[in-house]
């Protein structure tokens, strides 16, 4: 393979082998992934919980597993857990706030109003946390097991060992877990969003496929070579941008229409959501100046220097800052400018309907 790629032969085609995987599922369609997600997604948290009660046992303990206090940084120092607790609640909020706003892709299928809330605050909240605490106590577990930090699973379990018939059965469980992740969360929304730039054009599986493309175009291999540029520089960076958008749109339905949207204009040009040409001018200076805070922080990342200004905490809890600058600012755009809120006809819904 050529040096740009940075990837051997073999490991290229593994890719390939996964990333078919996953079109073959997502070109089946929806009754598909609900079938990978309604059977997967317990069996992950199986794997989650087994590999939790190894590295308890074998490190001795929970103390043992939870007291080294330092880990990596893009520059090679190292800091305080005290330091890092903002990045690393902020990656792990990031990680999974594109699931978040996109979760009407999956929501809209539930039977029930009910449903759809319950299975939000127990299946997002509760695995998210669960999962971040899983993967930090068992990488740091490994270095009081094995004598050095292993944060792949794929290197942990070839580590561990077991026999042929163990490691074959650990890896058919990772490969599960990964595809119930990643088409939940990396390849529904954006298909969708594809889809819907030109809905006449672009169908679902269409736009997994553009998906699908970009994601071999991205290389994202590489984002994995150094676990603190994956963190610092890709997930906090995008959660910056992430944090703004959540905030807008939690801010424009629950503050700005008090839970309520007319749906008919939801779909209506020159409707109540017209704003200009189809764009919000508050929403997208909110959003700008959302993100604005943090993009020394993220600059600083990029070039692998570390921020110790201001700045640079405020980049550690990029998400959350920018949650709240861009919702306040936006609630406050769409009151000071008069743009219309209010919607023209009594077809509405509400978050109780």
Request: proline residues 5%; hydrophobic residues 55%; contains cysteine.
């Amino acid at each position: 393979m050529p040096a740009f790629i940075g990837l051997n032969t073999g490991e290229f085609l593994c890719f390939l082998l996964f990333w078919a995987m996953n079109v073959w599922i997502v070109l089946r369609g929806m009754d598909s992934i609900k079938f990978l997600e309604t059977w997967g997604s317990p069996f992950l948290l199986a794997v989650g919980v087994a590999l939790f009660a190894w590295a308890l046992v074998r490190a001795g303990g929970l103390g043992p597993m939870l007291e080294n206090p330092t880990v990596g940084r893009p520059d090679g120092r190292t800091a305080g857990v005290g330091t890092l607790f903002g990045a690393g609640l902020t990656s792990a909020v990031a990680f999974w706030g594109t699931m978040a706003l996109s979760i009407p892709d999956f929501s809209r299928y539930a039977r029930s109003q009910r449903d759809q809330i319950v299975g939000q605050a127990v299946g997002l909240p509760g695995t998210m946390a669960l999962f971040a605490f899983i993967g930090a106590a068992v990488t740091n577990a490994t270095v009081v097991i094995f004598g050095t930090r292993i944060s792949d699973p794929v290197a942990l379990l070839a580590r561990i060992g077991g026999g042929p018939l163990m490691i074959m059965l650990s890896m058919a469980g990772l490969i599960v877990a990964t595809l119930t992740t990643n088409i939940a969360a990396n390849i529904v929304a954006p298909a969708n969003g594809f889809s819907n730039l030109a809905p006449d054009k672009i169908t679902f599986k269409q736009g997994a496929m553009i998906t699908a493309v970009i994601g071999i175009l991205m290389m994202p291999w590489r984002l994995y070579n150094d676990a603190a540029a994956y963190i610092f520089t890709w997930l906090i960076g995008y959660g910056a941008l992430l944090g703004p958008v959540a905030g807008i749109m939690i801010a424009d339905y629950f503050v700005v229409r008090r839970g309520q949207l007319n749906v008919n204009d939801l779909y209506t040009r020159d409707g109540a959501y017209e704003y200009a040409r189809g764009f919000n001018p508050v929403a997208i200076a909110a959003l700008a100046l959302g993100v604005a805070p943090s993009l020394p922080g993220f600059v600083a990342a990029l070039r692998g220097v570390p921020l110790t200004t201001v700045f640079g905490t405020i980049y550690n809890w990029a998400w959350f800052v920018g949650f709240l600058v861009a919702g306040l600012l936006y609630c406050a755009g769409m009151r000071v400018t008069g743009v219309p809120v209010r919607e023209p006809t009594d077809v509405r819904v509400t978050a109780r309907d």
